[in-house]
């Protein structure tokens, strides 16, 4: 019985082996790359990110713009047979006009 204890300790592995130095070298580059790129991946994707909310935002703006526009069109070709429009206070109001159309245009 004793010789299989002693047998036990001669068959024991500490678990570590040998690198050669290069091989070491070649992981930290590996690894700092990894981080590299990780990171880039990261600016990448926010910028992403600002980018689908900058689209979304002159989406919405083009949007309101147009939806703006119309009813002045509609009202416009209200009664086609009529060659003369009656437009009282007609350079304030369109001056009230190009100043909403700029807000949405700057996104205010």
């Known amino acids: 019985m004793a010789n299989k204890t002693y047998e036990e300790v001669l068959d024991f592995d500490f678990g570590f082996s040998f690198i050669d130095e290069q091989l070491q070298e070649k992981e930290a580059e590996t690894n700092a790359t990894i981080q590299n790129i990780s990171s880039e991946k990261q600016s990448l994707e926010d910028q992403l ?5 900058a689209a979304d935002d ?4 083009l949007e309101l ?3 703006s526009v119309v009813p002045f069109l509609d009202n ?15 350079e304030a109001k369109i001056q009230a006009y190009k100043a909403k159309l700029l ?3 700057e996104g205010k």
């Open 58 to 61: 002159l989406e919405y703006r």
């Open 65 to 67: 713009l147009f939806k």
């Open 76 to 90: 416009l070709c209200k009664n086609p047979d009529k060659s003369t429009i009656f437009w009282p206070d007609r």
């Open 103 to 105: 807000t949405i245009v």
């Open 49 to 53: 990110v600002d980018a689908k909310v």
